[in-house]
Structure formats: structure tokens, C-alpha cells
């Protein structure tokens, strides 16, 4: 799940009223992975999560299925592991909201925000005029990567065997945007 105050109180309140009424085990998972939200300001809430579940949610699915063996607690630990190795950031033109209301933020037509949280909060900060492509997966690559920023640098890839990439445009690009969009980042990452 996502990470806020909450979520965690209400996930951890489920969980438990499950396992009581059913004597299931059960574990939580928190999946906290957005790097916009610096240390500094992300308090006792600790990150958020992002697209980040939506892979623990495969992962998941994929462990349970192929690895009926595991036990939950050992799947919820290989879980944990996966999420505590998660990096994401978030870019948008627009804020939601729902038919019929007012929006809830605004952006110009000529910026963008970077890191808006999965529901509709606002961004690390907003960026005029709109940049291109590269300059935006640069600075996308560069919140997720960069060791040296004490703020944002959460997870170090020098030594990793294996990375997954995950591009999730929740719906706002077509298939041949989208396509461009991986094309630009597996340029800058060198793949």
C-alpha cells in the first residue's frame, strides 16, 4: 500500500480484524518509494507510494503462484526487501478532480509539476516553461539516481545485478507517447 498516516492506521486495523475473524495469517506491506517528497520534509509519513505498489502487487502475485510453498511472512519479507529497493517520481500537466467540482490545484498551461502524489497532492515544485523530453527524463533519472543528494538519494543501482523499470503514465499518454517516453529514458540510462 501507499504510505500515510491513514493508510497505515486503516491497512494495520484491517489486517488485523481479518486475522481475528478468520485466523488467516496476514501481513502489511508498506510501499513507500517517491523520491520528491526530500527527507527533510517527509517527516514521521516517510515517502509515498507511487506505481511502486502496483509492482509489489505483481511481484506478489507472481511469488504466490509459482511459489506455493512460501509462507506469508516469508512472501511479505521478499516484499519488503523489493520495496525498500524502489525509487519512483511523478510528472504532470494537470491536477485531478471530479466532475462537476472545482479543480483542486492549478497549473499554467506552460509548466509542469513534478512529483504530484498519487492522490492529487501537490509536487516537490512546479516547472516553467515546459521542458523537453530530455531535460525532463534527466531530471526525472536524476531525483532517482543521484547517491550524492542527501535529500533524495535512497537507494544506490551501481552494483545491482538487475534493475526493473517500470513506466507508468496512469493513462495520460498514448501507446506511441509512452513509447517515446521509454525510448528517451533507455537512451539516457545507456541501454
Not at 502487487?57 to 526487501?81: F, P
Not at 509536487?123 to 523537453?132: Q, S, T
Request: charged share 20%; with cysteine; proline share 4%.
Amino acid at each position: 500500500m501507499g504510505l500515510s498516516i491513514g493508510d497505515v492506521l486503516h491497512f494495520g486495523l484491517a489486517a488485523k480484524k481479518f486475522a481475528s475473524t478468520t485466523g488467516l495469517p496476514v501481513e502489511v506491506v508498506i510501499v513507500g518509494e517517491d523520491v520528491s517528497v526530500p527527507r527533510s520534509r517527509s517527516g514521521k509519513v516517510g515517502r509515498r507510494g507511487l506505481a511502486g505498489t502496483v509492482l509489489i502487487h505483481k511481484i506478489a502475485g507472481a511469488i504466490t503462484s509459482t511459489q506455493s510453498t512460501r509462507t506469508v511472512a516469508q512472501v511479505a519479507e521478499y516484499l519488503r526487501n523489493v520495496a525498500s529497493n524502489l525509487v519512483t517520481i511523478g510528472a504532470t500537466l494537470d491536477h485531478v478532480h471530479v466532475p462537476g467540482s472545482e479543480p483542486s490545484g492549478s497549473i499554467d498551461g506552460d509548466e509542469l509539476e513534478l512529483g504530484m502524489g498519487i492522490h492529487n497532492e501537490p509536487g516537490c515544485r512546479k516547472v516553467k516553461p515546459l521542458p523537453n523530453l530530455h531535460s525532463l527524463v534527466k531530471e526525472m533519472l536524476d531525483q532517482c539516481l543521484d547517491m550524492k543528494d542527501k535529500e533524495r538519494g535512497f537507494v544506490d543501482f551501481s552494483n545491482a545485478d538487475e534493475v526493473v523499470l517500470l513506466l507508468n503514465n496512469l493513462g495520460g499518454l498514448s501507446p506511441l507517447e509512452l513509447g517515446g517516453v521509454l525510448q528517451e529514458v533507455n537512451r539516457q540510462l545507456g541501454k
